[in-house]
Each structure stands twice: as C-alpha cells, then as structure tokens.
C-alpha cells in the first residue's frame, strides 16, 4: 500500500482489506488467483501470489504490497525484451501506462529487460556486461507522490520458471536511495 510520508490512508485500507479477507475468524480460502483467474496447477517452485516491497526516498516508505495484476509481456516485435508489470489497480496485458489518477494507495512497478536466449531464464544484471543472460534496461516505481527509477548496477532479476502461461522468480534492486525486492508469479502476455 503506497501513501505519501505523514498520512495514514494505507494503514486504514490494510485494516480494512484484512478485515475483508477474514470472515468468523477465518481466511478465506481457495485456488491462487492471478488477474482475476483462478490458476490450476500452481507450476513447481512458483509462489501463489506476487509480493513486491518497494520504498523510494522521500516518498513511499518501505511497504509490501500484492499487486492486483502481474504481467510478464513479450512482443512478438521485439521478441528479445520483456516487461515485468506489477499493479495494485486493474492494468491490462496491452496497456502498461494509461490516464489512470493515481489514489494513495495506488501503486505501478515496471520493470523492463533484455534476454540473449529464447526463453528468459535465469539471473540478470542491471550492469551492461556482454555475458549476462538476462540484462535489466529500467526499474520504475509509480504512485500518487513520485515515478522514478531503482539504479541499482548490482541488482538482480531471476526468472526461475517460465512456460506457456506463467513466469516466476524474483528481483532484488536497491540504490541506496529506491529499492524494489519481490517474488513473483506474472501472467505471460504474448501482444
């Protein structure tokens, strides 16, 4: 939940979504949901659901949040580039960015990157270096106060899975200033 330093909006919808989720005393229960569609069968070693913390300074504080959408889109135009997308509002699987007015406890992770082999497995770096397999281009963190990047040289992406309809694994990005950690499931997007 995202919400601008000195206000309180994102613990009363934390309040209020645990208390939505909880009914007599208990969790609801039931498959893994991923933008809105129930999943099957969980692919082995994936989490069920996306958690992605994230603080920028001087805007957001450190928090965790579990994006309503997960996206991992792949164009057939650039077939070697991918876009992890990861929103706590709707967000569809074509459109990234839209005219949507940010509330306080709206937030958007993007985080782009090139692969050298068919299907991106597999550590990447943020750094340029020719032997990496998968290169991380951008990490971007959006919400009501700020959009701006992580510029983290060292950090990490590890898609650990990827099949025909999910990509899992997680990320690890920190600057000193912005970070961005998560593990994560995405809804492979083939536009």
Known sequence: FFAPPGTTAWIAL????????????????????????????????????SSITAETAGYIKKQTFTPVNSWLKIWSSTADRGQLVFSTYPVTREMTYGDHTYSDTDALVVVNFEYMDKLPVGVGNYSSAPDAKIKVTAQNVSSKGVSGGVFDKNGTLEISHMDAKYACGKMKFNDGRNMLEGNFIAEVARL
């Open 14 to 49: 934390a309040l209020v979504s645990t208390l939505a989720l909880s009914g007599c005393g208990g969790v609801l229960s039931g498959p893994p949901m991923l933008n809105g569609t129930a999943i099957a069968t969980l692919p082995e070693g994936c989490v069920s659901s």
